[in-house]
């Protein structure tokens, strides 16, 4: 059981938007602003889409956006497109003991 | 353009010790700034951090894998290696290296192609 949850799925048409959440506890995503994404295509090696609960790296479309609320991190994908059907995993700080931990990640489907 | 590549035995036998090494190429891993990690996912499961390595002397680990993990550097072949002890078959997964800036709280931003490693007798 991961220690960060996210819903096991998403689906959305093309040009639409989609948001999706990712639970935690004060110890990780509620107590820092440290709350990273990661998109996977299959068969693929994960890549960074945000980091920081909002910055987005070089080469990372603007339609890509992240927030956190409480214990709650979300990551919205706005004009969707077929490219963006892929898993995305959360991720966050939780201190240095544990340093990461990741969500169960979800299962984005462009219809 | 950094580029890792993970290494090693596609098959280990259970209670055996897992040995992965990464390569890399396009940068020095001596160079200091950055973190060298790993971070292993089940096939359909989500993704795990093991652990990393700044120099050869600093080390983070995940505690609930801690007593088992060892990951060392190499300067003098550009690599960095896990070592894995008493694999079960829980330990199955794909097994990635990842590069992290330092100044970022991420585990990884480059990331090796994966590896594939099978524990079964």
């Known amino acids: 059981q991961s220690a960060l949850t996210q819903p096991r799925s998403v689906s959305g048409s093309p040009g639409q938007a989609v948001t999706i959440s990712c639970t935690g506890t004060?110890?990780?995503?509620?107590?820092?602003?440290?709350v990273s994404w990661y998109q996977q295509h299959p068969g693929k090696a994960p890549k960074l889409m945000i980091y920081d609960v909002s910055k987005r790296p070089s080469g990372v479309p603007d339609r890509f956006s992240g927030s956190k609320s409480g214990n709650t991190a979300s990551l919205t994908i706005s004009g969707l497109q077929a490219e963006d059907e892929a898993d995305y995993y959360c991720?966050?700080?939780?201190?240095?003991?544990?340093?990461?931990?990741f969500g169960g990640g979800t299962r984005l489907t462009v219809l | 353009q950094v580029q890792l590549q993970e290494s090693g035995p596609g098959l280990v036998k259970p209670s055996q010790t897992l040995s992965l090494t990464c390569t890399v190429s396009g940068g020095s891993i001596s160079s200091g700034s950055y973190y060298w990690s790993w971070i292993r996912q089940p096939a359909g499961k989500g993704l795990e951090w093991i652990g990393r390595?700044?120099?050869?002397?600093?080390?983070d680990y995940n505690p609930s894998l801690k007593s088992r993990v060892t990951i060392s550097v190499d300067t003098s072949k550009n690599q960095f290696s896990l070592k894995l002890s008493s694999v079960t078959a829980a330990d199955t997964a794909v097994y990635y290296c990842?590069?992290?800036?330092?100044?970022?709280?991420?585990?990884?931003?480059?990331w090796g192609q994966g590896t594939l490693v099978t524990v079964s007798s």
């Open positions: 390595i700044y120099t050869s002397e600093s080390t």
């Open positions: 990842a590069r992290a800036p330092d100044i970022v709280v991420v585990p990884a931003e480059d």
């Open positions: 004060s110890s990780d995503v509620g107590g820092y602003n440290y």
């Open positions: 991720c966050s700080y939780a201190g240095s003991y544990t340093y990461v931990v």
